[in-house]
C-alpha cells in the first residue's frame, strides 16, 4: 500500500491554543483524525509525525524514502530560516509537498520568503486545516502521473 509522510514542525503541536485567529482552533491531533480517515478513504497508509527540532525533522526526512513515496511538510518557522531543512528534501529523491494553514503570503514580510519552496513540488497555504486533506489529494494525484 502506498505510504505519505506528514511531518510538522515546531509550535504546530500548539495548534488550537495558539494564535487561533491565525492557525484556527482546530488541533493537531484533530488534524491527524481527519488525515487518518482521509488516507483510509483514499486507501492509503499514512505516518504523521511532530517535532520541535531540527534536527529531528531531518532525519525523518532522510528516512523517509525507505517507507514513503512521498512527504507533506509543514515545517513552521523553519520554512523561513532552514537551509538544512531545505538540503534535506534536496538530498531525498521522493516529492515533498510545502504546506502551511494561513496564507504566509499575506503576513509579515519575513513569511514570505520560503527557504525549502525551491526544494518543493509545489505550496499550499492558506486553507487552514483543511489544507492538510488537500496536499494529500494533490500528492496522491502527482503520485499517480509520476506512476502513468
Ligand atoms: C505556518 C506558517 C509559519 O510562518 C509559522 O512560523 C508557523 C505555521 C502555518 O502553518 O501557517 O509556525 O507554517
Known sequence: MRSILIL???NLNMLGKREP???GATTLPEIEAACHAHAERRGIALT???????????DAIQAAPE?????????GAYTHTSIALRDAIASIAIPVIE???SNIHARESFRHHSMIA?????????FGAAGYTLAMDAMIGHLNEEQA
Open 48 to 58: 504523521f509525525l511532530q517535532s520541535n527540532h531540527e534536527g529531528t525533522l531531518i
Open 118 to 126: 525551491p526544494a518543493c513540488i509545489g505550496q499550499i497555504s492558506g
Open 21 to 23: 485567529a491565525i492557525y
Open 99 to 101: 504546506l502551511h494553514l
Open 67 to 75: 517507507a514513503h513515496a512521498g512527504i507533506i511538510l509543514n515545517a
Open 8 to 10: 510538522n514542525g515546531p
